[in-house]
Structure formats: structure tokens, C-alpha cells
């Protein structure tokens, strides 16, 4: 450990000095809490994310499925395919 961080861990390190402010202390127990609570947030917050990610993956994948039927292949590079098609009242319709 360098000596720059012993000194900042023997600050809130307890002890029996009576010369210690009680803000000090106070300081102290604020560091030692926050910090843990910044460790112990990192599991959760991970967690959530992947979940987050897996269902927003999920909804992607399952959009909306348009079902195509192919009437004729399509024709050359150059050439227009003929398209068919039949509405709701039963009438065929047909263009090129």
C-alpha cells in the first residue's frame, strides 16, 4: 500500500484519540457507508442491465412477421416480375 493512501486509511480508521472531532467520526462512518453501498450497487445494477438488454433483444427479434406469398419467381435483373394479388371481396387483381 503507497503511503499516500496508508495516511487516508488510518483517518477513518477508529480510535481511542481524544483529540478526534466528533465530525470526524461522524465523517468516518458517512465514508465507510457510502463506500459500501457503492460496492453492494454494482451486482444489482449489472444484473438489471442484462436484463434490460435481454428483453429489449427479445422484443427486437420478435417484431412483426409480414407472411409473404410468392406467386411467380422474380424475373431477370432487367426484367419485371408480374405481380397477383386477391382483396378481401375475392376479385383478383394483376399488373405488371
Do not use: K, S
Not at 472531532?21 to 449489472?46: H, K, Q, T
Not at 442491465?49 to 412477421?65: F, K, M, N, P, S
Amino acid at each position: 500500500m503507497t503511503r499516500w493512501a496508508a495516511i487516508r486509511v488510518r483517518l477513518y480508521l477508529p480510535d481511542a484519540n481524544p483529540l478526534r472531532r466528533r465530525a470526524d467520526r461522524i465523517e468516518a462512518v458517512v465514508v465507510a457507508a457510502l463506500l459500501a453501498l457503492g460496492v453492494l450497487a454494482v451486482l444489482p445494477a449489472v444484473l438489471l442491465g442484462l436484463h434490460v438488454h435481454e428483453r429489449a433483444t427479445a422484443d427486437a427479434r420478435a417484431g412483426r412477421w409480414v407472411v409473404v406469398r410468392v406467386v411467380e419467381p422474380a424475373g431477370g435483373m432487367y426484367g419485371l416480375p408480374t405481380v397477383t394479388w386477391e382483396r378481401a371481396d375475392g376479385c383478383a387483381g394483376r399488373a405488371v
